[in-house]
């Protein structure tokens, strides 16, 4: 599956940006991250060991600024628990993105 996301993302025209994000069921400093990031040239916004994450790739400068995991609005607490209800069996990871406007 990540093979052939690679080769759908190598496609893409290189002069556009390009962020994929999900469950990917592989721990971001594993080796099939680190083979998926290499051979498409993009950056992992997830910082923390999941198996959710977040690539990017982009043409012009952009600033990562924040990344977080967190089970969602609904469990919000301090020790990060999952609590009942939760639509997922693993924290959702996130990002925010700064990027320069286009003229």
């Given amino acids: 599956k990540q093979r052939g ?3 759908r ?3 893409e025209d290189a ?4 962020i994929v994000g999900g469950d990917f069921n592989e721990w971001t400093d594993g080796l099939v991250m680190r083979s998926l990031l290499k051979t498409t040239k993009m950056a992992n916004a997830t910082r923390e060991k999941s198996i ?3 690539l990017y790739s982009t043409t012009r400068p952009i600033k990562l600024v924040e990344t977080g995991r967190d089970w969602g ?5 301090k020790e990060n628990k999952k609590a ?4 997922s069996d693993h924290p959702w ?6 990027m320069p406007k286009i003229n």
């Fill in 52 to 54: 959710d994450h977040i």
């Fill in 84 to 87: 009942e209800g939760c639509l």
């Fill in 9 to 11: 993302i190598n496609k």
């Fill in 93 to 98: 990871v996130w990002c925010e993105f700064e």
């Fill in 5 to 7: 996301l690679a080769e």
């Fill in 73 to 77: 609005p609904k469990n919000q607490n």
């Fill in 15 to 18: 002069s556009f940006d390009v």
